[in-house]
């Protein structure tokens, strides 16, 4: 019996060969740098012509809710849960040296002058890129925001399922 074993150069270069280039992004997080980095990465795949999808989850979903909505939730801990999680891509704390609002209004503040665009501008570049936007069913209803709550732009209400049948196909998998 000749069995032949694969150097781990080899292994990866099949591997990948097997793989299309495709991109998923868990994102989780809902701070501010965090965000902009999943959509900075999302835009360089898609212009690279890789089809990406991210999956939004948690606090991550408020990258995708409309600007200063609460939840829509119709019990009043879930209703109180929204209030104090006010969505929208402008009102994301930074991860670090948020403090109360100052730090994050700074960062905002450097990146105007160095003309770097915000979290909405990058959302819709990934968007216009054909980056796909699913939100999490399961976190939706867990953290009290409805579907009208949402942008436009999500394409997919959908559940861990969907991204895992997304990300088995994909080459790259990312979690922010």
Not at 56 to 72: K, M, P, Q
Not at 99 to 127: D, Y
Request: glycine share 10%; charged share 20%; with cysteine.
């Amino acid at each position: 019996m000749n069995s032949t074993k694969l150097e781990p150069a080899t292994a990866l270069a099949e591997l990948q060969e097997q793989k299309p280039d495709r991109v998923t992004i868990v994102v989780l997080s809902g701070d501010m740098d965090r965000v902009m980095a999943a959509f900075i990465i999302a835009s360089g795949a898609a212009a690279m012509g890789m089809p990406v999808t991210m999956f939004f989850t948690f606090w991550g979903l408020n990258a995708i809710r409309r600007d200063g909505v609460s939840g829509g939730a119709k019990d009043w801990l879930r209703r109180m849960f929204g209030w104090l999680n006010k969505g929208g891509a402008d009102s994301l704390p930074l991860s670090r040296f948020h403090f109360w609002g100052l730090g994050t209004r700074m960062m905002k503040r450097v990146m105007q002058q160095h003309r770097m665009p915000g979290i909405p501008e990058l959302r819709e570049t990934a968007h216009e890129l054909g980056v796909r936007f699913i939100a999490c069913t399961t976190t939706l209803g867990l953290m009290g925001i409805s579907k009208d709550t949402l942008i436009d732009d999500v394409d997919q209400l959908a559940g861990v399922t969907t991204y895992l049948a997304e990300a088995k196909e994909g080459s790259v998998n990312l979690f922010i």
